[in-house]
């Protein structure tokens, strides 16, 4: 046994005595925040994540991803419904579930005059970790990420991706239950990226914790996810596993662009025998078939028959992005 497994054992003990209590890391009934009478930003956002799970919600610009993860994260107060971290009530009990969670925003918080170990170590602090046992975490989350030769460099040097990886080590000083991740790869090149995912994947499988991550990379998510949510206008309109919800699309998908009679084209595509889904949105009609190599020729006459003239076409297996497109009707922007 470690130094620091000695020292963080009977706090992990108590952790798990409580997970015992709660088959849910994160649970929310009817979310709702308000702004106004005209701003609803989150409307009855119900959530059953279990422990040791890493779940992705997705959503357009807008949808209420950012202001529902406020929300969990105790940096907001809900208007209406109970949403509660490792059977902790985020609005009675804000300072448990603090405890138990570690966040990582969308934009980069960092002093840059501080050094990478710095900004562990008064982290550490912060939480009445004891000099010893933040130290010996420190030394640990540094070798995680792949930081130790530019500890002691201000985070000023750091590029984007160290800077990430930097702001992982420190959610992850006080031993969540809960991880937090918003939008964790945003703007990093794919070799970064690739390098947040393994250590994402090894957290959950290595030390058991739950994630709940943002982003706006459908890759990411198909990858990582056990499960994804996709919310839009304050509402999850779909969830399951990204395998459960690419295989309602059908085996291949068609994207159609063209000009024409586009709605009376739509209608008699939908009763085609073999198609399972239709939608549209900027401009693109999608359509959900059993086998795209023998339904091409029926797809293309039909169009011919309705006075649309097909300008691109293009065939494949559907993905989570065609999940999202199916179920917000837009592409992942405003």
């Known amino acids: 046994m470690t130094e620091l497994e000695q020292l963080i054992g009977d706090k992990e003990s108590t952790k798990m005595d409580h997970q015992k209590q709660t088959s ?24 059953s994540i279990a422990a040791n799970t890493i779940y992705a919600l997705l959503g357009p610009n807008g949808a209420g991803k950012t202001t529902t993860i406020s929300i969990l994260t105790t940096l907001l107060e809900p208007s209406g419904g109970v949403a509660k971290i490792a059977g902790f009530d ?12 570690g966040v990582t925003f969308q934009d980069v918080v960092l002093d840059n005059d501080l ?10 602090q912060l939480y009445g970790q004891s000099k010893q ?40 000083m006080t031993q969540p239950e809960v991880l937090f991740l918003d939008e964790p790869t945003l703007g990093l090149d794919p070799q970064t990226r690739g390098r947040i995912w393994d250590y994402i994947r090894t957290l959950k499988d290595q030390n058991g914790l739950t994630l709940v991550l943002t982003t706006h990379y459908m890759d990411e998510a198909e990858q990582l996810a056990d499960r994804v949510g996709i919310i839009d206008h304050g509402k999850i309109v779909v969830e399951g596993t990204p395998r459960e919800l690419i295989d309602q699309m059908g085996a291949d998908t068609f994207r159609i662009v063209g000009q024409g009679d586009s709605g009376h084209f739509i209608e008699q595509v939908r009763a085609l025998p073999f198609v399972q889904t239709v939608t549209t949105g900027d401009n693109v009609i999608q359509v959900g078939v059993d086998t795209g190599s023998r339904r091409l020729v029926a797809i293309v006459s039909t169009a011919t028959d309705n006075g649309f ?3 691109d076409l293009s065939v494949a297996r559907p993905s989570l992005g065609d999940v999202f497109f199916n ?6 922007r405003d």
């Not at 849910?24 to 956002?45: C, M």
């Not at 050094?115 to 550490?124: D, I, N, S």
């Not at 179920?327 to 992942?332: A, K």
């Open 90 to 101: 985020v609005v009675r009990q804000a300072g448990e579930v603090r405890k138990r969670i």
């Open 24 to 47: 849910l890391a994160v649970e929310s009934r009817g979310l709702v925040k308000r702004y106004s009478e005209e701003v609803l930003a989150v409307d009855g956002v119900d959530l």
């Open 133 to 172: 046992e933040r130290r010996a975490r420190t030394a640990e989350l540094l070798a995680l990420v792949e930081l130790e030769d530019a500890a002691d460099r201000r985070c000023q040097t750091y590029s984007g991706g160290m800077k990430r990886r930097i702001e992982l080590a420190r959610a992850l």
């Open 327 to 332: 179920y917000t009707g837009r592409q992942l």
């Open 309 to 311: 003239a097909i300008e």
């Open 115 to 124: 050094t990478g170990r710095q900004v562990l170590e008064y982290h550490g």
